[in-house]
């Protein structure tokens, strides 16, 4: 009868006997956590090498040439007083919607344009401006002193990796950037891991569907070649909120 325990003798000998007592109930397993964080998938090397052209760098990722990095002697053209007309940053910026703690990197922050009108957003969080050329973080360093503003914090990544806890960003925040990346696989996959669960990646990038927009075109990126280079890294795309006159305002987020 299962209401009581059963107690079988399983093998007897040499003076000695092994048990096993039976209640009649199933033992209980643990539980998984739900919705546990999901691990960045493991790809193949995406790159390939060719001939590189004017703009690039003869490195290909999905199919894409890598531009030739925009050095900090380009500062003057970050800060332009056309960029608010051409580009309007500041009704990208709008778009964002950030909790008032909220902990974003911009990467491949430069001269700091867009960090610095990010940080009025995120008043009891920070951002955090990424760059590799100490040249852009020194002129971040001075230009926070001289605008008074104490929540964005200069950091000097790798070419390969933010240098960035795990689990320490709630936000990250891409303009113009990422298409120069040299090592955006590695890149993706740091960000991937930087990023909490939940977390959103804004990226903008010139369209290159539209022969009007005025950039190189290893300096502008498809919708398309954009979704395929992040979702193979484990990102999710969500929106392209589409408000600017020029960029792709695309929208993705970490499981």
Not at 13 to 33: H, L, N, Q, V, Y
Request: hydrophobic fraction near 45%.
């Amino acid at each position: 009868m299962r209401a009581f325990a059963l107690l079988v003798a399983l093998m007897m000998g040499a003076g000695t006997c092994a048990f096993i007592f039976w209640s009649g109930r199933e033992p209980e397993t643990a539980k998984a956590p739900a919705n546990p964080p999901v691990a960045a998938p493991k790809v193949e090397n995406a790159y390939t090498m060719g001939p590189a052209s004017a703009d690039g760098i003869g490195k290909f990722f999905h199919g894409r040439e890598i531009a030739k990095v925009m050095g900090h002697p380009a500062i003057g053209w970050l800060e332009r007083d056309e960029r608010e007309r051409e580009e309007a940053p500041s009704r990208a910026i709008e778009a964002l919607d950030l909790q008032p703690n909220a902990v974003i990197a911009d990467i491949g922050a430069g001269s700091g344009y867009h960090s610095f009108r990010i940080a009025p957003k995120v008043p009891l969080g920070s951002v955090i401006a990424v760059d590799i050329q100490q040249e852009m973080l020194d002129f971040v360093s001075k230009r926070a002193k001289e605008l008074g503003i104490t929540n964005v914090r200069p950091h000097l990544g790798a070419i390969d990796d933010l240098k960035l806890p795990p689990a320490s960003l709630d936000a990250a925040w891409m303009v113009d950037s990422y298409h120069e990346f040299s090592h955006p696989q590695e890149m993706l996959a740091s960000i991937f891991k930087a990023m909490k669960p939940g977390g959103r990646l804004f990226l903008l990038e010139f369209r290159a569907e539209d022969p009007r927009v005025p950039i190189k075109p290893l300096h502008k990126m498809t919708e398309a070649q954009a979704k395929l280079e992040l979702e193979s890294a484990g990102f999710r795309f969500v929106s392209n909120l589409r408000p600017l006159p020029w960029q792709h305002f695309l929208v993705f987020s970490r499981p």
